[in-house]
Nanobody
Framework: VQLQACGGGLVQAGGSLRLSCAAS????????MGWYRQAPGKQRELVAD??????NYLDSVKGRFTISRDNAKNTVYLQMDSLKPEDTAVYYC???????????????WGQGTQVTVSS
């Protein structure tokens, strides 16, 4: 299983970026997908995730970021609007999935994508 993330870049404060992350390989079902971020010198934190039960957001991004998912494409998106310099970080996607019917769940991670917001 591979997760391929893309969409990062450099943007001015107030701007927007859209991240995407596609899961490929032998996948039976994906129960959750999400985005984390890690800024220099800080711990990795959950930004947003999406499950069959709904979505969950970090308080500081509520109202500015929107997570969505295309189940047919095994892809998760993160629309980031009104970006702030404090959103600067490496963003990682992950997926909690089953590779085969009856197998246990495992979490897979994509490579990071850099998001830099200039003031």
């Amino acid at each position: 299983v591979q997760l391929q993330a893309c969409g990062g870049g450099l943007v001015q404060a107030g701007g927007s970026l859209r991240l995407s992350c596609a899961a490929s390989g032998s996948i039976f079902s994906i129960n959750a997908m999400g985005w984390y971020r890690q800024a220099p010198g800080k711990q990795r934190e959950l930004v947003a995730d999406i499950t069959t039960g709904g979505t969950n957001y970090l308080d500081s991004v509520k109202g500015r970021f929107t997570i969505s998912r295309d189940n047919a494409k095994n892809t998760v998106y993160l629309q980031m609007d009104s970006l702030k310099p404090e959103d600067t970080a490496v963003y990682y996607c992950n997926a909690r999935l089953r590779r085969f019917m009856g197998s246990s769940e495992h979490v897979y991670w994509g490579q990071g994508t850099q998001v830099t917001v200039s003031s």
